[in-house]
């Protein structure tokens, strides 16, 4: 038997979801996602037999992977209360500031 092939039974990993598809799963627009193939962040393919590809598909694993790198997750090793309080902003002075306060005062305006 020369030229026998040993032929692994067909196991799709991941069909495919459209780009609409990905952008719901992603929570983005669709231009995002086209972005993201470019990048190289998303794995996808193009369908079709024409010159001009019909379509696009967005492996569904690289969606959730994609999800998973880019989810925002609290600092759990730090020792912050629950409900830490609102950080102020330092108040900044100027000469202009300065300036500005002393014209309003001098107009009445209570600062």
């Known amino acids: 038997m020369t030229g026998a092939r040993i032929v692994q039974p ?15 799963i992603i929570g983005c627009d669709q231009t995002t996602i086209r972005a993201l193939l470019r990048l190289g962040e998303l794995e ?21 992977d994609y999800k998973d790198r880019n989810a925002i997750r609290p600092d759990h090793t730090s020792a912050a209360p ?24 001098a107009h009445g305006v209570r600062i």
């Open 10 to 24: 067909f196991e799709p990993d991941d069909d495919g979801i459209t780009v609409s598809n990905a952008a719901r």
């Open 82 to 105: 629950d409900n830490p309080a609102p950080r102020t902003r330092a108040k900044r002075s100027s000469a202009v500031l300065r300036e500005t306060l002393a014209a309003l005062r």
């Open 44 to 64: 996808g393919w193009r369908v079709g037999k024409t010159r001009k590809p019909r379509g696009v598909r967005v492996s569904r694993a690289s969606c959730e």
